[in-house]
């Protein structure tokens, strides 16, 4: 079992930036990846970002490249999302997740946090 919980979302003004973070605990040492992804209301949950584990190797949607950062902390089983010049189509609830092996596809992760409200007001 691995439990992950973000923390880090609230409400900002478009153009401002945000730190989301998702600590990890529990059978950690088996993960391969880490990934956020998001859910704007009425929306299919989509990909946002991920990072493998233990080299650091990270893949973004087209949509934020260039804006957000995915880093990792291994020794703190800790991830971390940097949203800089945020947009109000950014507005969804942020989840970060738990993969086996490194993957966009939100089937292939399969433990979840319980989710964090980004808000960015126009």
């Known amino acids: 079992q691995v439990q992950l919980l973000e923390s880090g979302g609230g409400l900002v003004q478009a153009g401002g930036s945000l730190r989301l973070s998702c600590a990890a605990s529990?059978?950690?040492?088996?993960?391969?990846?880490m990934g956020w992804f998001r859910q704007a209301s009425g929306k299919e949950r989509e990909f946002v970002a991920a990072?493998?584990?233990?080299?650091?190797?990270?893949v973004y949607a087209d949509s934020v490249k260039g804006r957000f950062t995915i880093s990792r902390d291994a020794a703190r089983n800790t991830g971390n999302l940097q949203m800089n010049s945020l947009k109000p189509e950014d507005t969804a609830v942020y989840y970060c997740?738990?993969?086996?092996?490194?993957?966009?596809?939100?089937?292939?992760?399969?433990?979840w946090g319980q989710g964090t409200q980004v808000t960015v007001s126009s």
């Open positions: 997740a738990s993969a086996p092996a490194f993957s966009t596809r939100l089937d292939d992760y399969d433990y």
């Open positions: 529990g059978r950690t040492f088996s993960r391969a990846a």
């Open positions: 990072i493998t584990w233990y080299l650091g190797t990270t």
